[in-house]
Every structure is written in structure tokens, then in C-alpha cells.
T-cell receptor
Framework: SQQGEEDPQALSIQEGENATMNCSYKTSINNLQWYRQNSGRGLVHLILIRSNEREKHSGRLRVTLDTSKKSSSLLITASRAADTASYFCATDAISGSARQLTFGSGTQLTVLP | NAGVMQNPRHLVRRRGQEARLRCSPMKGHSHVYWYRQLPEEGLKFMVY????????ESGMPKERFSAEFPKEGPSILRIQQVVRGDSAAYFC???????????FGSGTRLTVV
């Protein structure tokens, strides 16, 4: 799979349910970030987890990182219709002076009212 | 703090014309990144710049594309002799130091007709 590859590609749930999205990557990272994008709009930074962290919370968001498995998950609890968007994970790798975020193809989340 | 400002929001060019996309980073940010997003895909890294320097341009097409971040003024992504395949959303992001999330602009949607 590609660096920063999300799974599933699409997810449809009922309002109030939890949504879990997974991300796998291949290379060593400095940190991993999750972003949200509403249709036709820009990206909104949700949460950043550093390579030496295992879990992080922000409101209804919970992110885990397993560097041994090179994977991360994003959990959105008690989902709302307004959570409908595409969610991307991005790995932040630094090599020398170079730094770049590598994005996956995203998970399209639909929360039905 | 106005965040990352990109203009124009929408740009229509005929094949063969030049497209100039502008990005003003967040105040205090000295790192600028350009990404391209094709429909239904994730963002693809193009170039990473600091003031007056291109740090990593490994994602830039070898021809027709160039980027600069002058000492004064915004960063510019220039696409010469545009073709239909250049139609995409182009996002700029900025950051301060490493281990911090990127702040993205709202993007410029380029349509080549």
C-alpha cells in the first residue's frame, strides 16, 4: 500500500455511532497527522501524534499510533451529521533538510442523520 | 492572524496560458509547501521552500512548473503552457518548526479549458 494509506475507503454510519478509520504507512516518521476535508474545501488539521506517543485525545477524537506495526487509527465518538467529510492521514518524515507530508487517499465518512 | 492565504480561489486558463498561484504563509512561519490534489485523490507533495531557497522539489514536474518564495512577498507557484491535466486543486501550507502541524490554505482550483 502507499505511504499513509487509509482504510476503509468509504464508511457510512448512523449519527451517534463511533467511526474508526485506519492508516498504514511504510517508512520511519517524525509524526503522523490527521486532517479533515469537506467537499470542495481546504484541509483542516485535526490532530498530530509524535512518533514517541501512543495515544492522543482531542474532544471526540482519539488517535493511536503503533510504530512497530506502522499504523494509526482515528476514532470519532458519538458521530454527528456534521462530521461527514473526507479524512486523511499524513506522515511527516524528515530526511536531512527535506521535510514533506505524505498523504493517503482518504476515507470518505458519511454520517446519516 | 489570517492564517495561510491563497489567491485566487478559482482560476480558469486556456490551454497554453500561464497560471500563477500565490500563497502567503501564516505570520511567523518560514516554511512553505505546495501540494496538488486531483479529484477524488489525496494531496501529493510538490515542493518545500524556505525564504529564497527551494529545499525539496522532488514532487515537482520537471517541465513547466516552478516555485519561488522571495525575501519579500508571497510564495508563487507558476505553471507555464498549462494543459488540461494540470486542472486540480493546489494547496499551500506553512509551518514554523518541525514537530508542529501544518496550516493549510483554502486552495486554488485551477481549471484548464
Amino acid at each position: 500500500s502507499q505511504q499513509g494509506e487509509e482504510d476503509p475507503q468509504a464508511l457510512s454510519i448512523q449519527e451517534g455511532e463511533n467511526a474508526t478509520m485506519n492508516c498504514s504507512y511504510k517508512t520511519s516518521i517524525n509524526n503522523l497527522q490527521w486532517y479533515r476535508q469537506n467537499s470542495g474545501r481546504g484541509l483542516v488539521h485535526l490532530i498530530l501524534i509524535r512518533s514517541n506517543e501512543r495515544e492522543k485525545h482531542s474532544g471526540r477524537l482519539r488517535v493511536t499510533l503503533d510504530t512497530s506495526k506502522k499504523s494509526s487509527s482515528l476514532l470519532i465518538t458519538a458521530s454527528r451529521a456534521a462530521d461527514t467529510a473526507s479524512y486523511f492521514c499524513a506522515t511527516d518524515a524528515i530526511s536531512g533538510s527535506a521535510r514533506q507530508l505524505t498523504f493517503g487517499s482518504g476515507t470518505q465518512l458519511t454520517v446519516l442523520p | 492572524n489570517a492564517g495561510v492565504m491563497q489567491n485566487p480561489r478559482h482560476l480558469v486558463r486556456r490551454r497554453g496560458q500561464e497560471a500563477r498561484l500565490r500563497c502567503s504563509p501564516m505570520k511567523g512561519h518560514s516554511h512553505v509547501y505546495w501540494y496538488r490534489q486531483l479529484p477524488e485523490e489525496g494531496l501529493k507533495f510538490m515542493v518545500y521552500l524556505q525564504k529564497e531557497n527551494i529545499i525539496d522539489e522532488s514532487g515537482m514536474p520537471k517541465e513547466r512548473f516552478s516555485a519561488e518564495f522571495p525575501k519579500e512577498g508571497p510564495s508563487i507557484l507558476r505553471i507555464q503552457q498549462v494543459v488540461r491535466g494540470d486542472s486540480a486543486a493546489y494547496f499551500c501550507a506553512s509551518s514554523g518548526t518541525v514537530n508542529y502541524g501544518y496550516t493549510f490554505g483554502s486552495g486554488t482550483r485551477l481549471t484548464v479549458v
